[in-house]
């Protein structure tokens, strides 16, 4: 099987059956790699369909009767959508190869007939591509962009065109691999270096010391090093969370929701594998996966506790510092997760009630001059800035402490931990450091 049939199965999965796109492709890329076949041909072709599927969409309903082309069956349509995807964006692949290539497919997985249809419309399209898109600014930028158009009247609605555009165009682009060093195996100066001997450049972060990113993502993740616990992949925006929490050694900390456990090993490891992490999350899987991190991390501090967050227990101020790492919408998350802009039908309110009732909960594990940190990987001004103000205005045993006191400023806005994909080049991610005072 090559990586075009292989991504039409993924790809299928994914939209038909609602699959997980990262599992498949982990499970998936192991057999292509055995058979020789570009496994980052197959990582890019499937992302990306995924990612643009309005724009292809869009663009092959307007080379072939809109009214039949909507009715057409998706095992179908997904065959157009990867040959078009290669046509825009994989230059590496001719036009005429990506057709041939899909048509063949099209013989292979249905008939004659439907090969001949795959030809026309891509034909269609070849002898002009220039499509028209709709007036209306946030519908233009769905279609063109590929978001759900009621996301993106949103997104304009808090921030604006211009900065939507932006935003959207980010979560486009094929995001680098972000890694963070393992400061209780080694130290950022002597990872630079032993990469370095192997002709691989991994750039140092702006925004923490311990963080770096790089372009040779299969190069550095097929590094013995990170079997052997020299660094972890973590996104840059997640790591300054657990910097606006600032874990002291032989502290006791409190980690809910914790799995699968990027922000969990990153305290430890600022801790030095000293006093304790409770790390408590219900999903036994997601555990295993913290587990087996802590393992090839050697970090020997990190109590795991496999069990509802909302029933952990005794409550009582017993921890130096909580982490609530929020269940959220995952906006800012869009680049590396390419299924999640299409899930936008979530129950918000539902989740707003879920992250009060943690902000509440977590409140209460919290020593007198102790901290809470509340995360986000969105930035929904519902779930962030408003769920802090309302958590305030009801709890007046905590205030908010600034955050550019722990982390650098420009990664701040009104004290609170606040990256912007697009101006930051990470993950959009919110943060506000809680102190109780009485």
Not at 200 to 219: C, D, N, R, V
Request: with cysteine.
């Amino acid at each position: 099987m090559n990586f075009r049939q292989e991504a039409y199965s993924t790809i299928l999965k994914v939209l038909k059956d609602g699959d997980f796109s990262d599992a498949l492709l982990q499970q998936r890329a192991k057999k292509l790699k055995s058979t020789g076949e570009d496994v980052g041909l197959y990582y890019n072709l499937v992302k990306g369909v995924i990612k643009q599927r309005l724009k292809l969409d869009y663009i092959l309903s307007n080379f072939t009767d809109a009214k039949k082309f909507t009715a057409t069956d998706l095992k179908i349509k997904i065959i157009l959508y990867t040959a078009l995807y290669q046509i825009l964006y994989l230059t590496s692949i001719p036009e005429h190869a990506a057709v041939y290539e899909s048509v063949e497919l099209a013989k292979t997985l249905f008939n004659p007939q439907i090969a001949d249809f795959v030809n026309a419309v891509l034909r269609n399209y070849l002898r002009n591509p220039e499509v028209q898109y709709p007036s209306e600014p946030y519908l233009r930028i769905a279609y063109e962009h590929s978001f759900p158009p009621e996301l993106i009247k949103q997104w304009i609605a808090f921030w604006g065109e211009e900065d939507t555009e932006y935003l959207a165009l980010y979560f486009n682009e094929n995001p680098e691999l972000h890694i963070r060093v393992n400061s209780t195996a080694t130290s950022p100066e002597k990872l630079v270096t032993y990469f370095q001997k192997r002709d691989i450049t991994i750039t140092p972060s702006t925004a923490s010391k311990m963080m770096f990113h790089t372009t040779k993502a299969m190069e550095v993740l097929d590094d013995v090093a990170f079997s052997e616990g020299y660094f972890s992949v973590q996104d840059t925006s997640a790591a300054l969370v657990v910097e606006l929490l600032a874990p002291k050694q032989e502290e006791s900390v409190l980690d809910l929701f914790s799995a699968p456990g990027g922000k969990c090993t990153y305290i430890s490891e600022l801790m030095a594998n000293t006093g304790e992490v409770i790390a408590v999350d219900k999903i036994p899987n997601k555990m295993k996966l913290l587990k087996q991190a802590a393992d090839r991390l050697q970090l020997t501090n990190i109590n795991l506790v496999v069990n509802d967050a909302f029933k952990y227990g005794p409550v009582a101020p017993a921890f130096d510092r909580v982490l609530v790492d929020a269940p959220c919408s995952g906006w800012g998350v869009f680049s590396r997760k390419a299924d999640l802009r299409w899930q936008v039908h979530q129950n918000i309110p539902e989740l707003l009630k879920i992250q009060e009732k943690a902000l509440d909960y977590a409140s209460n594990f919290v020593k007198i001059g102790g901290f809470m940190v509340y995360s986000t990987c969105t930035m929904n001004p519902q779930e962030n800035e408003e769920q802090i103000v309302s958590f305030l205005a009801r709890n007046k045993r905590f205030e908010l402490v600034d955050a550019s006191q722990t982390i650098p400023a420009q990664y701040t806005d009104n004290g609170y931990l606040k990256t912007v994909p697009f101006r930051h080049h990470m993950d959009g991610a919110f943060g506000a450091k809680l102190q109780r005072i009485k």
